[in-house]
């Protein structure tokens, strides 16, 4: 009695402790991911416009340069992740790494935040 005891709550042991490692593997490791990328643009007007864009749901920071065209976002993996803040950029007439803003998109920018002609000058 005491053998099918013991080998029953072994049993269940090694079921918990491999139950609780495949849990840990779904799960992303980091909580909070810093990332960069670039986002074209030319000027302050820019600089505002794509900021304010990349403020989805979960980002805690986004801070564009517009000298390096480079975003440093910072957010919560679990309410969002990078291809959703680049597309929220896009959305607003801005290309990203991996997303090109629409042309109407694009087209609705100032005139000063052209910048599809002017970047393959600098």
Not at 9 to 22: E, V
């Amino acid at each position: 009695m005491k053998k099918v005891i013991i080998t029953t709550l072994m049993s269940f042991l090694i079921a918990l402790t491999i139950n609780a490692q495949s849990s840990e593997k779904t799960r992303p490791l980091k909580k909070i991911m810093t990332v960069e990328f670039t986002v074209d643009g030319v000027c302050d007007m820019c600089e505002k416009r794509i900021e304010k864009a990349a403020l989805v749901k979960g980002v805690k920071l986004a801070e564009w340069n517009k000298e390096t065209r480079i975003i440093k976002v910072i957010f919560s993996t679990k309410k969002t992740n990078q291809e959703t803040i680049e597309k929220a950029i896009a959305a607003v007439g801005y290309d990203t790494e991996n997303f090109k803003a629409d042309d109407e998109d694009y087209n609705n920018l100032p005139d000063c935040c052209s910048y599809r002609g002017d970047l393959e000058t600098h």
